[in-house]
């Protein structure tokens, strides 16, 4: 509750602000938007295919855009298996379409041919967690880890959850993902 002065009287206003943390800071989501981006990013919002939002959920799109951040690419979704959030296996399997195969392969590709590449993983509390990306071809799969068991502990995943997975660049290039949870019910 903050207290101004207008026309000589003192009248107390209550504000509700809308913020995110990006990289430890607090940044208040209407010092970042103007009206025009606002319309835009209502058009955005209407972005759902088969039941699936193909953009991440608001907050993290401002993390992104306020980062400087490329325009998020929907990789998929994935039910979390046991296998995903045993902390002995650490990593995540991801099951890549045609399309999202070619590009994690290109991201990889282009690290000199080496088997993984590092990268930067946002949750959905818009928190950076480093990780490395890793193709198995045994498996046909990409795997996250090096990093996955904080993502996983601070994001409390439990068997059943749903993850949706963006791939994004920052203005220097560097490979990042964007994954948001769906608590299973």
């Known amino acids: 509750m903050s207290t101004i002065k207008l026309f000589g009287k003192e009248i107390k206003v209550e504000e509700k602000e809308e913020s995110i943390m990006l990289f430890g800071n607090r940044i208040l989501l209407h010092a970042a938007l103007n009206e025009n981006e606002n319309k835009k990013q209502k058009q ?50 991801i099951t890549a379409s045609t399309h999202c195969w070619k590009l994690l392969d290109n991201l990889i590709a282009s690290e000199d041919n080496d088997i993984a590449v590092q990268v930067r993983v946002m949750d959905p509390r818009c928190k950076f967690h480093d990780m490395k990306l890793n193709r198995w071809n045994s498996v046909g799969r990409f795997v996250f880890n090096r990093g996955w068991n904080s993502l996983l502990k601070e994001n409390k995943l439990e068997k059943g959850d749903t993850l949706d997975l963006w791939h994004f660049e920052t203005p220097l290039n560097q490979p990042c993902f964007a994954i948001n949870i769906i608590k299973n019910q």
Do not use: H, T
């Open 44 to 93: 955005n919002d209407n972005r759902i295919v088969n039941g699936i939002n193909l953009l991440p959920p608001k907050c993290m799109r401002m993390a992104i855009r306020l980062g400087g951040g490329s325009r998020p690419v929907y990789i998929g979704r994935k039910q979390v298996e046991n296998s995903d959030f045993s902390l002995q296996q650490s990593r995540l399997l």
